[in-house]
């Protein structure tokens, strides 16, 4: 395993610089945020472009790599996670047309895997999207394989907000939902597994990862702490709005000995990203660099 970082909370920092500074504090492994090179608001956590997809040569994406690797640092994945299931037309067509702008991206730096959302309408339920998933996704898995790239999901509800209620922005959360993905593109689609996600689910994160362990691909380190006042005020039926609060490693309700006794018995060998989500460490570059390092210390011993 190598021990690296999503480099999504970087978004004013040029990627080089984030390089020095990760490979300084000991991390291994970038998994490099790709989304479209825009200005204005974007969605939290999200709009980072560190490799512009749309406007990077091949040329310039082996430069990139070769850059990175110099300074002894791998490319995890190539991370880009919106809304493939979109209701909106143009919206759907727009960021598929840079997801797959991503995965040549990905070709080009040699990097073979793109981690993104199945997607999700939230006004659907699950097997009405599942039906829209099986009409989106195979030209852009077709278009993956075709670049020898393979794609992972990750498993995230995207319920955050009242703007994803009450159906979610991403369908591929659960085992359910999962057994279908793997049955239909088990071959080209693996998955981003992210255990916080399971938390406030009350899914069972060690039988989950006893079934679904042999095809993660990639795997994000990110913590969640379940606020029992916000739950008694709202209830669960609120799917976690108001009392679910995504943590850093160590500082949530996972117990990371018991997640990584589980991926080295599944033989997951990969990646371990962390994802930076805590608003405690936000506000400013030295605030999210300590969380990353908090982050680290917790995780290193278990990364071998």
Same mark, same amino acid.
């Given at each position: ?164 209620? /009450? &159906?979610?922005?991403? $369908?591929?959360? #659960? ?11 088990? =071959?080209? !689609? ?58 850093? /490693? &160590?500082?949530?309700? $996972?117990?990371? #000995? ?11 060998? =990969?990646? !371990? ?32």
């Amino acid at each position: 395993m190598k021990l690296g970082l999503l480099t999504a909370p970087f978004p004013d920092t040029p990627l080089g610089e984030v390089a020095d500074w990760a490979r300084s504090a000991g991390f291994e492994a970038l998994e490099i945020a790709c989304w479209p090179k825009a200005s204005g608001a974007s969605r939290r956590y999200a709009g980072t472009s560190h490799i512009d997809a749309a406007n990077t040569s091949a040329a310039q994406a082996k430069d990139i790599a070769a850059e990175l690797a110099g300074k002894g640092l791998t490319i995890s994945g190539l991370g880009y996670y919106p809304n493939p299931l979109h209701p909106d037309q143009a919206h759907r067509e727009a960021v598929i047309d840079h997801l797959k702008k991503v995965i040549v991206l990905a070709s080009h730096v040699g990097v073979s895997l793109v981690n993104t959302f199945c997607g999700g309408d939230a006004s659907k339920t699950v097997d009405a999207n599942w039906e829209t998933a099986q009409k989106v996704w195979p030209s852009i898995i077709a278009h993956a394989r075709e670049h020898g790239v393979k794609l992972a999901f990750e498993n995230c509800p995207m319920i955050f907000s009242y703007d994803e209620w /009450p &159906g979610g922005h991403n $369908i591929a959360y #659960s085992p359910y939902v999962w057994r279908r993905i793997l049955e239909a593109w088990g =071959g080209d !689609v693996g998955m981003n597994f992210d255990p916080s996600h399971l938390v406030w689910q009350m899914i069972d994160k060690e039988r989950f990862i006893r079934e679904f362990g042999p095809h993660m691909q990639h795997v994000h380190a990110k913590d969640l702490m379940i606020d029992h006042d916000g739950l008694y005020e709202r209830g669960i039926l609120s799917a976690g709005i108001g009392w679910q609060v995504p943590r850093m /490693p &160590g500082l949530g309700d $996972i117990n990371w #000995s018991t997640i990584f006794s589980g991926l080295y018995r599944a033989g997951y060998d =990969g990646p !371990v990203i962390i994802e930076h989500e805590d608003r405690r460490f936000e506000g400013s570059d030295d605030k999210v660099k300590r969380g990353f390092l908090l982050a680290r210390d917790v995780l290193r011993p278990f990364v071998k």
